[in-house]
Every structure is written in C-alpha cells, then in structure tokens.
C-alpha cells in the first residue's frame, strides 16, 4: 500500500495559526474566454438546454449517466454549488462564443486534498463535436485548474470504445498511462478504461497544447 489512509499531520495543529483564506473561486466561478467558448458557472436556467445537450444517445454513451429531466439537471447545478463552495470540485458551463446557451460542460474533481491530484471530465453536445470548441475549453480548463487552483496532476478516464475522446486527449498531449479493466459500468456491460495524465510540469516542457486564458 503506498499511501496510507491516515494523515499523520492532523495529530498536530499549530497553535493560534490563523485559518487561511479561502481562494476566491470557492465564491463562484470565474467566466474564462476563448477564441471559440466561453466557460462559466453553471447556473439553474441552464438545465433545460444541457438536458436536450447531454441526455442523446451518441453523448451519453460513454459518460455516466446524466440527470433524467431537467427537474434532475436544476438539482445537479446546486449541487455542483455547494461542492465548489466546499473546496472539493468545479464545474464549468460550455457556450459558443457571443452564446450564453449551454451546450456541455467541465468537471474537475478533487482526488486528494488541496486538489493536489484531481479527475477531470467533460461533454459537448454532439453537433458541436469537430468544431474546435472541445480543445478551446479544454484549454482553459487545464489553465484554470494548473494556475489558479493549484493542481499538480490531473487524470481522465475514458473507455478503450470511445476513440473520439481517447484522440481529444492525445491532442492535448495527455499521456496514456494504463488500462483499467473493467472499471466502469455503463449499461450493465464492464468497459476497460484508458488512464490519461497530464502534470503541472508538462506545460513547462512544452508537452501540452496550452492555451492563453482570459478571466473575468
């Protein structure tokens, strides 16, 4: 086992340390602008346009299952809420850009605390799939997640079947670690998962399609 799940650290608290302060995008999200999206927080006007998004059969074919209705779309937004507001996740609404339509999104999740490690995840609605807009916001995201967050190191999983997200990630410059077997149950069937990695460092390199954020 190479990390134990006990925190030796907490067994010590520094005495009178003041608390730190909360980073500002635990307020609310930024709105980020590309050259094709913009990326902003989800808000509960948007259920009605990810519902007719995300829920086709050709989108959520390889993702977990989305909300059934619109009323499940308005109750995932204040989730996503409240998570952000507790440090442990964001999400990102994605809109053409000169649209405030929502037409996909963008998850990052913590995996360890201070999102030293996180999980990202995403899906556009498919006739915007070829138009650039994935690697637009992809962009901004990592962005996002590297500079203002902190991560250091961020995964996505995607199944062996899905070779449009498998050639999304390669362009980015993720690298392919490994295959987890059978590690996602979609439509009572196990799917073999490709691990994708990307470090803090690989923009430093030069190993990643970085892109040039714009914050409001």
């Known amino acids: 086992m190479e990390k134990m799940p006990y925190p030796p650290q907490l067994d010590s608290v520094p005495p009178t340390a003041p608390a730190p302060a909360l980073p500002d995008w635990r307020s609310g999200l930024p709105s ?7 990326l902003r927080e989800l808000r509960s006007s948007d259920a009605s346009s990810l519902f007719s998004a995300l829920t086709g059969v050709e989108v959520s074919r390889f993702i977990s299952p989305p909300p059934y209705s619109v009323d499940g779309f308005e109750k995932f937004i204040a989730w996503t809420h409240r998570q952000r507001e507790a440090g442990q996740y964001i999400c990102f609404a994605v809109m053409p850009k000169g649209s405030d ?7 990052v999740r913590s995996l360890e605390p201070a999102f030293g ?4 995840g995403f899906a556009i609605a498919n006739e915007f799939w070829g138009t650039g807009m994935f690697l637009d916001g992809a962009r901004l995201v ?24 498998n ?5 980015l ?7 987890l077997r059978g590690s996602f149950l979609r439509n009572g069937e196990y799917l073999d998962q490709s691990l994708w990695t990307i470090m803090s460092d690989d923009r430093l390199e030069g190993k990643v399609a970085w892109g040039v954020r714009a914050v409001h």
């Open 173 to 179: 410059g993720a690298v392919q670690e490994g295959v």
């Open 117 to 120: 490690t996180a999980e990202w």
């Open 32 to 38: 980020l602008t590309g050259a094709l999206v913009t």
């Open 101 to 107: 339509n929502a037409i996909g999104l963008f998850q």
């Open 167 to 171: 050639g999304a990630l390669r362009k």
């Open 142 to 165: 990592l962005d996002f997640a590297f500079d203002v967050i902190g991560v250091h190191r961020m995964e996505a999983r995607s199944t062996l079947k899905n070779s449009r997200g």
